[in-house]
């Protein structure tokens, strides 16, 4: 639904919902005893609205969690679709998926059934309405409190205030599901980054040499604050230099490139390049000055030269001959001519079409290109 139906269907309801309040009113201008008899029935309607709106909000939002998880299944395991495969265990993981997808039915019966529930309830309480008119107008009439005349024209006031009814309960269910389905957007949308985009300082070219120093710095990783990765590290790397980081997994070797990066902040301590302090440095700038390999090759979904060109700072700009140059350096250039099509052969997702040996010195050269300007 677009942003101008969205904007007609509230516009919509909420003209039913004057319609009715006017119409309510002019009930009390023809007759305040039947007026008062027959609207006696909305403050009873309108409880079991509330229940009904935080019962919906409520499953709305189990519905879309368990979408993200089943969605998030799927992805991962047809993504690793080779790894499934080589284990033999399709069955196991199309269970799972059916368990997911289950759920979800399940939840949307609730909402079914709910949903139905409710707009049963408004479809009998406007009738409802129209009968209690009947029958209270009719003693009334018969007594003498009120002319034929004025019960028909109550009738015909009743009538749309029983629309009314009905049109507004569509648009307060439609407003607490979407109310339901968009929490979790809200809750991203009002966090605040704790690390800027793009703001801070940056090195003049003319003092950026590439010193780098690890001051007493300790980390442990959000997710494990128990389990401290560096307690009081010290390093220094002189500019120019080559240095080699060796230890045994789990050790912290990754973790030094990402705080570097500064995907995360050190607990304690502080890392300086030439002598400007990391925390303090436009986290885009620093980051188009590291070139990185990961452990795993990463390639896109598109052709091998516009992977070598990704960390260009504008792609578009680049020439055949500054690729072909990259190539040679990760080594890549036998196997890219050995393809049909050569630089414009397409990787396919995650580079799966490549093996991997090939992913990985394409993914090197997706990497190195930064250097090679």
């Given at each position: 639904?677009?942003?101008?139906?969205?904007?007609?269907?509230?516009?919509?309801?909420?003209?039913?919902?004057?319609?009715?309040?006017s119409q309510s009113h002019t009930e009390f201008f023809v007759s305040p005893q039947l007026a008062t008899f027959v609207l006696s029935i909305v403050?009873?309607?309108?409880?079991v609205a509330v229940i009904y709106g935080r019962y919906l909000r409520k499953v709305s939002k189990l519905t879309q969690d368990s979408l993200a998880d089943a969605t998030q299944l799927a992805e991962?395991?047809?993504?690793?679709?080779?790894?499934?495969?080589?284990f033999g265990k399709e069955m196991l993981e199309m269970e799972k998926y059916n368990g997911k997808v289950d759920y979800v039915l399940d939840l949307a019966y609730k909402e079914?059934?709910?949903?139905?529930?409710?707009?049963?309830?408004?479809?009998?309480?406007?009738?409802?309405?129209?009968?209690?008119?009947?029958?209270?107008?009719?003693?009334?009439?018969g007594a003498a409190h009120m002319t034929v005349g004025e019960l028909s024209s109550f009738l015909m006031y009743a009538f749309w205030v029983g629309i009314s009814i009905g049109g507004l309960s569509s648009f307060y269910s439609e407003l607490m599901k979407g109310f339901g389905a968009g929490s979790r957007i809200w809750e991203l949308l009002d966090r605040k980054p704790v690390m800027p985009f793009n703001e801070g300082l940056v090195i003049p070219p003319e003092k950026f040499k590439g010193a780098l120093e690890f001051s007493d710095v300790s980390f442990m990783y959000p997710s494990r604050p128990d389990a401290p990765i560096f307690q009081g590290l010290n390093l220094s790397v002189p500019s120019g230099s080559v240095m080699a980081v060796v230890g045994p997994s789990g050790s912290g070797k990754s973790t030094l490139v990402s705080l570097l990066l500064r995907l995360y902040d050190p607990s304690r301590g502080s890392i300086h390049i030439d002598g400007y302090d990391v925390s303090q440095l436009n986290p885009l700038w620093l980051r188009s000055k590291i070139g990185t390999v990961s452990q795993e090759p990463v390639l896109f979904?598109?052709?091998?030269?516009?992977?070598?060109?990704?960390?260009?700072?504008?792609?578009?700009?680049?020439?055949?001959?500054?690729?072909?140059?990259?190539?040679?350096?990760?080594?890549?250039m036998g196997f890219i001519e050995n393809f049909p099509k050569g630089f414009e052969t397409v990787v396919g997702e995650k580079g799966v079409l490549l093996s991997g040996m090939v992913a990985s010195r394409s993914s090197a050269g997706l990497y190195w290109y930064g250097f090679r300007l």
């Open positions: 639904m677009g942003l101008w139906d969205v904007r007609d269907c509230t516009a919509c309801h909420l003209s039913w919902s004057k319609w009715g309040v403050p009873p309607l309108a409880i991962e395991r047809i993504g690793n679709l080779r790894t499934v495969r080589a079914a059934f709910a949903r139905a529930g409710f707009f049963g309830l408004t479809g009998l309480s406007g009738n409802l309405i129209v009968l209690a008119v009947l029958y209270k107008g009719g003693l009334l009439t979904s598109c052709s091998i030269a516009e992977n070598i060109a990704y960390g260009a700072e504008d792609p578009s700009t680049v020439t055949r001959e500054q690729i072909r140059g990259v190539a040679e350096v990760a080594n890549a």
